[in-house]
């Protein structure tokens, strides 16, 4: 079970709150399908990603990674129970959409990059380390009800 | 994997701008590691790892410049580290995993130093490129 700190909270919590969910988060889910081209296979239904600048455009790309990063700063409300506050995601994942968790953790990495580019000098280390255990906190909640 | 000429491009011209800064942007790197993934330090038992140590300073000072020689024979980057690749398969033994540790903290060191100049196109081809020199540095592993 990950455990955040009184500051870990707060850093985080703050950072994401100015963050542009749908910039950000598009531009973060965005990268993973082009960076990592065998992710695309999740995502059929989302119409054009024949190419990087398709890809980046893509409305559903933006909406979807909009989705979750929203979902990152949400996770914060239940941060002592992610695995819970995850868990009906987590079987939507594993049933219905039959996403390989080794992505989740890809996507994490590439959301911190992110937000590194967005925030510059503020993603200092202990910010970084605060969100790398939020990330990975994610992928392992989202993964804890596969079967 | 290898890198494309547009991609040999980025990285090249990306180095310029870092090795103004080099043992800045290594020493950061480090010390995002060793926050982030503290199973790192059990490579380092015999080092001072806090924030500002000498050891630390020298330390992410090499790593650098290693980037830097295997930027420099980007078109043999096996040649080029292939005494660091030995070292690391004989002696350190480090696990792989922290290769990409390593890396990924070198990204995030790099995005936040140069966020207008680390776009798409230059974190994908930095990614490649640091993955494909993790792979020579675990290549005699076994």
Known sequence: ?147 | MSLTRAERTIIVSMWSKISTQADLIGTETLERLFSCYPQAKTYFPHFDLHTGSAQLRAHGSRVVAAVGDAVKSIDNVTSALSKLSELHAYVLRVDPVNFKFLSHCLLVTLASHFPADFTADVHAAWDKFLSIVSGVLTEKYR
Not at chain 1, 24 to 32: K, Q
Not at chain 1, 96 to 123: C, M, Q, W, Y
């Open chain 1, 1 to 147: 079970m990950v455990h955040f700190t009184g500051e870990e909270k707060a850093a985080i919590t703050d950072l994401w709150g100015k963050m542009n969910m749908e910039e950000a988060g598009g531009e973060a889910l965005g990268r993973l399908l082009v960076f990592y081209p065998w992710t695309q296979r999740f995502f059929d239904s989302f119409g054009n990603l024949s190419s990087a600048s398709a890809i980046m455009g893509n409305p559903k790309v933006k909406a979807h990674g909009k989705k979750v990063l929203t979902s990152f700063g949400e996770a914060m409300k239940n941060s002592d129970n992610l695995k819970g506050a995850f868990a009906k995601l987590s079987e939507l994942h594993c049933d219905k959409l039959h996403g390989d968790p080794e992505n989740f953790r890809l996507l994490g990495d590439v959301i911190v990059i992110v937000l590194a580019t967005h925030s510059g000098r503020e993603f200092t280390p202990d910010m970084q380390a605060a969100w790398q255990k939020l990330v990975s906190g994610v992928a392992t909640a989202l993964a804890h009800k596969y079967h």
